[in-house]
């Protein structure tokens, strides 16, 4: 299997078992939060990071815009402001909006997907701000795919912590 065919897959995947989950969340829990801990995101606010938790990067990667203002460079950003502490992290003001933009981050992702070519993948290395670790682009963008999983895992425990009828098939898509 490639680098394109496990990437696409991935992201088929988990883009489809987000959007399902998304049908068990309501507006007027988006203010929910696990009670216990700390630097807990709101549902709201995992919501929001849904939208970008795939897509925006991928682009970052494949194109080096990252989304940052005129003239900022995401290598001149604070380790805070790089990864805030949840309170300040931006939310969502609607599952329905959420709906919308991760369609959007989805496609966007696809696109950024079909700008590589497979020697990229396989070869062009691809530095993050955030990390040292030297990868090629192909493993960055699964990554990316990873980092999606990851946070539709969050929410499918934010569910199951609220007494939603949630099971392991709604988390793998089964």
């Known amino acids: 299997m490639s680098w394109r065919e496990l990437i696409s897959r991935e992201m088929e995947s988990n883009y489809k078992i987000t959007q399902n989950l998304l049908d068990l969340v309501k507006d007027e829990d988006l203010n929910w939060k696990p009670a216990t801990g700390s630097n807990w995101m709101t549902t709201a606010q995992l919501l929001m990071h849904l939208t970008i938790a795939c897509g925006a990067s991928i682009k970052g990667f494949v194109t080096g815009d990252w989304g940052m203002p005129e003239g900022m460079k995401i290598e001149d950003l604070s380790p805070e402001e790089m990864l805030p502490p949840a309170e300040k992290l931006p939310a969502i003001g609607s599952v ?15 696109e950024m997907l079909d700008k590589c070519s497979d020697s990229d993948l396989k070869n062009k290395p691809a530095p993050a701000p955030w990390d040292t670790k030297k990868m090629v682009l192909g493993h960055r963008l699964l990554d990316m795919v990873d980092h999606l999983r990851q946070h539709k895992g969050q929410l499918y425990y934010y569910l199951k912590l609220q007494g939603k009828p949630v099971h392991t098939g709604h988390l793998y898509g089964m």
């Open 96 to 110: 329905a909006e959420t709906k919308k933009l991760l369609a959007q981050d989805e496609k966007l992702a696809f």
